[in-house]
């Protein structure tokens, strides 16, 4: 499982957009990039997973850059129920420990 | 589809006292496994099941114990809790193991032992 890196906390304002970076360096070629939301009180939920390039769905995106050595999760115009902690998760189906780094704690102010 | 549910939601124990907390998910899913988050550290591994029959140790599993006698279920059990096993308990499944499969989790339990 490659080692991943984010920063603990960030903040922001209701409307504007988020961007929360995480650094893998030791991607492996067939890892796969995916991000999950928690709420207080509740187990993780996925939002969005990617391999390379730019994904895009309801709730959010994600770019990669070419050499895929990290990775950007962008949720546009966030409201304060986007306060949650994100956590970035590398690697693939040969993967069984899937343990979870501290996260990136978002603070949405309004 | 309830999803994936765990009992009880909380839990207070004395040190010594054993109890098993329980999984169950409706999604047929054959991958399951149980994780342990307390404060700044996350969610870290401590069991995990790639099927009926089959279980294996994650990243912190010395005080539990897990068996799979359904794709259903997946129990965690703690034969003589001690205060540092006070914490969130998670159970999360998905269809296979491994990254790539989106995980499920359930809603947790909070466990104190005192």
């Known amino acids: 499982l490659a080692k991943t890196t984010q920063p603990i906390s960030m903040d922001s304002y209701e409307g504007q957009e988020v961007n929360i970076t995480c650094s893998h360096n030791?991607?492996?070629?067939?890892?796969?990039i995916t991000w999950y939301q928690q709420f207080p009180s509740q187990g993780p939920r996925f939002i969005i997973q990617?391999?390379?390039t730019k994904v895009t769905n309801e709730v959010a995106s994600l770019f990669i850059p070419a050499d895929r050595k990290s990775s950007t999760l962008s949720l546009p115009r966030v409201s304060l129920s986007d306060t949650a902690v994100y956590y970035c998760?590398?690697?693939?189906?040969?993967?069984?420990?899937?343990?979870f780094g501290g996260g990136t704690r978002l603070m949405v102010k309004p | 589809n309830a999803g994936v549910t765990q009992t009880p939601k909380f839990q207070v124990l004395k040190t010594g006292q054993s109890m098993t907390l329980q999984c169950a998910q409706d999604?047929?899913?054959?991958?399951m496994s149980w994780y342990r988050q307390d404060p700044g550290m996350g969610l870290r591994l401590i069991h995990y099941?790639?099927?009926?029959?089959i279980t294996d140790q994650g990243e912190v599993p010395n005080g539990y114990n897990v068996s799979r006698s359904t794709t259903e279920d997946f129990p965690l059990r703690l034969l003589s809790a001690a205060p540092s096993q006070t914490s969130v308990y998670f159970c999360?499944?998905?269809w296979g193991q491994g990254l790539v499969e989106k995980l499920f989790f359930g809603s947790g339990t909070q466990l104190s032992v005192l």
């Open positions: 990617g391999y390379k």
């Open positions: 999604m047929n899913h054959e991958y």
């Open positions: 999360a499944s998905s």
């Open positions: 030791n991607i492996a070629t067939n890892d796969y």
């Open positions: 998760l590398v690697g693939n189906n040969a993967g069984n420990m899937l343990t």
């Open positions: 099941s790639v099927g009926a029959g």
